[in-house]
């Protein structure tokens, strides 16, 4: 999979160095919860047909509860952190709208760590790599600035490292797992070309 993201980059900057009218730009999207924030950052190539989109995101979460009859207090840190690149085809519409369709590679890391109290800890990682289809919907505000909303179904495999560790240091149980899954990403970009 390392050499399948390689091969796309190198695709992308190929495609670059052909295109007579490119611009580069800086993108993000921002999504925050009580508990949860997850931000991505980009550097969207745009030229007439193609968008091409080399990113990084990362989000964490963090909760701390107190069980009402044991007095008992618990916390859980999460975070996850990923590497890609999109490359669309540019779909022209009317006046300041456009779509563009494609697809997303990239890798993951997610860090979990689980405090149970006096039952011990969990700490758990999980790497891997997704791809999938996306599309999106655009408006240019502006030649400089414009405001899309993404879709992606993504398909994630990776491996899943799990280990349990006892108030006195014992590791209890360690387990390695292959994953597979499909999730589904929706986000709101904004980019700024210069």
């Known amino acids: 999979m390392k ?24 993108g993000a999207s921002i999504n ?11 550097v969207p190539i745009r030229t007439s047909a193609l968008l091409i989109e080399p990113d990084i995101s990362f989000w964490s979460q963090e909760s701390d509860s107190t069980n009402n009859i044991t007095g008992a ?17 540019r779909i022209p519409l009317t006046g300041a709208m456009d779509a563009y369709a494609g697809g997303r590679l990239g890798y993951f890391n997610i860090q979990s760590d689980y405090d149970y109290g006096v039952a011990g800890t969990l700490t758990r990682e999980t790497s891997g790599y997704s791809v999938g ?14 405001v899309s909303v993404q879709t992606g179904l993504y398909f994630n495999s990776g491996t899943d490292d799990e280990e349990s560790v006892s108030t ?13 899954n499909t999730s589904t990403i ?4 904004l980019r700024m070309f210069f």
Not at 73 to 89: D, H, K
Not at 186 to 189: D, E, K, N, P, R
Request: aromatic content about 10%; glycine content about 10%.
């Open 3 to 26: 050499k399948t993201l390689l091969i796309a980059c190198s695709s992308s900057l190929f495609i670059l160095g052909t295109a007579n009218a490119t611009d580069v730009g800086i």
């Open 32 to 42: 925050t919860t009580e508990e949860t924030s997850s931000y991505s950052i980009s």
């Open 73 to 89: 207090e618990t916390g859980m840190n999460y975070s996850y952190t990923g590497i890609g690149v999109g490359l669309f085809a």
């Open 133 to 146: 289809p996306a599309v999106g919907l655009g408006y240019a505000v502006n030649d400089s600035f414009s």
């Open 168 to 180: 006195t240091g014992v590791v209890t149980s360690s387990t390695s797992d292959n994953i597979e």
């Open 186 to 189: 929706s986000q709101i970009y």
